[in-house]
């Protein structure tokens, strides 16, 4: 009879220290996910705020290559017809050559975070 009451007691003492335990433990995840929300919208408001310079950037650049090639062709309608082409041309040259470019780098980059913060992770 003696074993189930040192079982018993046993329970008795580390119900509240496995509680703890779990309780800390929820803390942490819910700590990291905080931290990896935060850093994602970071990421994502820079993403934006340099998307929209971007384009601003190739507005201007447009309307500069399309006043520029008027000049030299003498119309209007070549000159910004010739400027779309370019454009035309830089957009089907970025879609033949998203994989290499764009998906695979932005693939590798979120890996070596993800490993990155595992690392991080286990040796705290």
Do not use: H
């Amino acid at each position: 009879m003696s074993q189930p009451d040192n079982l018993g007691s046993f329970l008795k003492e580390t119900k509240p220290l496995l509680k703890e335990y779990f309780e800390t433990r929820l803390e942490i995840f819910r700590l990291q996910a905080v931290r990896i929300a935060s850093q994602s919208a970071g990421y994502l408001i820079w993403i934006i705020i340099s998307l929209f310079i971007l384009f601003i950037i190739f507005i201007f650049s447009g309307i500069v290559l399309g006043c520029w090639l008027s000049s030299l062709t003498g119309s209007y309608i070549s000159g910004f017809g010739l400027t779309t082409l370019v454009f035309l041309v830089i957009f089907g040259l970025l879609m033949a050559f998203r994989n290499r470019l764009f998906i695979n780098p932005v693939m590798q980059s979120v890996i070596k975070k993800t490993l990155e913060d595992q690392d991080e992770a286990d040796t705290d």
